[in-house]
């Protein structure tokens, strides 16, 4: 198991630590302790972070990336870790998924205790006096007056955390105001959900990949086939479009062809029109004469009665000769 525990300084961090140390059989890997050995140690880190410390202000990022770059490679590392009191910026949180990232190495959770700032300052005048109870050196950094800086660097540098890790769905807030048992219960409760919800996706994606696995040749062919398919589909309908152009080019040119055509016509108009005229002319002559015909025979279709009214009739002539007789 890996764990980040997010929280500002009195909150309780150190505690539930070595609880899930106890529990879980992991590392607890705390930069401020690192830090603190340095300094004892007088190493070229020590030097560096000695008084900043003690202002404090934060170590520069690289230095404790660094550390915990390290830190994380020896072999009790191995089984999962707790990280407390890093990351404490966005630089740091982000160089810490990169070396995730590059170790193929993966965090189950961010637990964050979150305490109200006035009960913090009360927190550790506790912890100072019981240190001092018991002979112990008391931390530089643990004066009222250091405590405040911390606290605001917190509520700046750190507290943007939260956001980083809820946008990655790993955070976890617990209410660290609950007494000792009660938060590392919650916390045990949490980290039992997140276990088994994990538990769950890697069975779904088991179950995937042998389902995949166990139909490997079928299930590559259809898709050869498909994919051919869809290349001759698209080979298709390129060509057809391509032909519907050469129509439709080849349509335009006759077009302007044929209007050219008109248009040289109409320069000889003069000509032209002079014939269309008497063809015309001959066209309204021929076309009397059919109506004439056509009126003539209606005419000797209605005068079939009158000539036969004529035939009675006697002619001119025939008068004359009745005359003369
Ligand atoms: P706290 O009780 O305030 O959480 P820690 O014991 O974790 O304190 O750290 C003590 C001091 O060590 C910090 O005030 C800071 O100066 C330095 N330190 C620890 N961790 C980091 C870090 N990740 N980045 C920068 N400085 C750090």
Redesign the pocket.
Same mark, same amino acid.
């Given at each position: 198991m890996r764990l980040i525990l997010l929280g &500002? &300084? %009195?909150a309780g961090?150190?505690t539930q630590a070595q609880r899930l140390v106890q529990r879980h059989g992991i590392v607890q890997l705390? @930069? %401020? !302790?690192m #830090? /603190?050995a340095a300094v004892a140690a007088q190493t070229p880190t020590g030097l560096i972070?000695k008084d900043?410390?003690a202002n404090? %202000? #934060? =170590?520069p !990022?690289e230095v =404790?990336v660094n550390i915990i770059a390290d830190r994380i490679e020896q072999d009790d590392a191995k089984n999962g870790f707790i990280l !407390? %009191?890093?990351? /404490? @910026?966005v630089p740091?949180a982000e160089a810490l998924d990169v070396l995730l990232k590059k170790k193929k190495l993966k965090l189950d959770a961010v637990v964050e205790l979150r305490v109200n700032e006035s009960a913090l300052l009360a927190r550790v005048e506790k912890r100072v006096a019981e240190m001092l109870e018991r002979g112990e050196s008391v /931390?530089a950094?643990d004066t009222p007056e250091v405590l405040s800086k911390?606290l605001a660097?917190?509520r700046e540098q750190t507290e943007p955390l939260v956001h980083h890790y809820s946008d990655k769905r790993k955070l976890i807030t617990i209410d660290g105001m609950m007494p000792i048992e009660e938060v590392t219960a919650e916390i045990e409760r949490v980290l039992a959900a997140v276990t088994k919800a994990d538990e769950t996706a890697q069975a779904a994606k088991r179950k995937v990949a042998s389902k995949r696995a166990a139909k490997p040749a079928r299930a590559a062919r259809p898709a050869k086939a498909a994919k051919k398919a869809k290349a001759a589909k698209k080979a298709k309908s390129k060509a057809s479009a391509k032909a519907k152009r050469t129509v439709k080019k080849a349509a335009k040119k006759t077009i302007r062809k044929a209007a050219k055509k008109v248009s040289r016509g109409a320069k000889k108009a003069p000509k032209a029109s002079a014939k269309a005229r008497q063809g015309t002319r001959k066209t309204g002559a021929k076309a009397a004469r059919n109506r004439t015909g056509r009126a003539v025979k209606a005419a000797a279709g209605r005068g079939g009665k009158a000539t036969k009214k004529v035939a009675k009739r006697p002619s001119k002539a025939a008068k004359r000769l009745t005359k003369r007789r």
């Open positions: &500002p &300084p %009195g961090k150190g705390s @930069t %401020g !302790d #830090l /603190r972070a900043i410390m404090g %202000g #934060l =170590v !990022d =404790v !407390d %009191g890093f990351p /404490r @910026t740091q /931390r950094d911390r660097n917190y």
